[in-house]
């Protein structure tokens, strides 16, 4: 396998969403992005620009 990190679920990186603050756990599809991540849902990302305009 190489040097690929392979994670387990109870052992997968987490962080706040940005505009609730719920917890967010890494997900595949995030595999490349992960740091620029920073909100949980769509909903969450409207809602933030919503707030700042």
């Known amino acids: ?11 997968l990186p987490e962080k706040p969403c940005r505009q609730c603050g719920r917890p967010m756990a890494w997900r595949a599809r995030w595999k490349r992005n992960w740091d620029e991540v920073k909100y949980c849902s769509e909903r969450c990302r409207r809602e933030s620009r919503r707030a700042t305009s």
């Open 1 to 11: 396998m190489g040097t690929q990190v392979r994670y387990k679920k109870s052992n």
